[in-house]
């Protein structure tokens, strides 16, 4: 049976909390993608060539949908989920994303919808939080 995944990516930690919820409440399999402290914290820095081989690990094959959860920084997705996006396999599959902001999100709806057309997603859902509304 194709499961269910929701990924994300958290500096500030609202992110997390926002895919433990969405794994909790839908029984979705929960990854972080830019594993460990130290690539969290310095993420920001990477280069995006190391974040590129990360994201090649990431393997979706067993599921037919996945949620992606992330900030925006400098009003694009973070490079972290930009880059998981960009890399990952998601031919046919139905992808919500989810970004948390607190003043401006840009492009991020063009951009998106613009990628997931030439990766073949089946069905895509772009969902923005406004952290300061909350
Ligand atoms: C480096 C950096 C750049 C940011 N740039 C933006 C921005 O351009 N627009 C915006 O609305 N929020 C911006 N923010 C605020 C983040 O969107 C907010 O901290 C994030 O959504 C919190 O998610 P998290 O707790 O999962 O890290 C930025 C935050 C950081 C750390």
């Given at each position: 049976m194709m499961k269910s995944l929701v990924i994300y990516y958290s500096l500030l930690g609202h992110n997390k909390e926002i895919a433990e919820n969405i794994s909790k409440d839908m029984k979705y399999d929960i990854l972080e993608f830019a594993p460990g402290t130290m690539l969290r914290c310095f993420q920001f820095f990477l280069r995006h060539k190391k974040l590129r081989k990360l994201a090649g690990k990431?393997?979706?094959?067993?599921?037919s949908s996945l949620i992606a959860c992330g900030p925006i920084w400098g009003a694009k997705p973070a490079p972290a989920i930009k880059i998981l996006l960009e890399t990952v396999d998601l031919n046919d599959k139905s992808v919500k994303c989810i970004f948390t902001y607190t003043q401006d999100h840009g492009e991020t709806e063009k951009f998106l919808h613009d990628l997931m057309k030439k990766k073949g997603v089946d069905s895509l859902d772009i969902q923005f939080r406004n952290l300061h509304s909350c």
């Open positions: 990431v393997d979706l094959s067993q599921y």
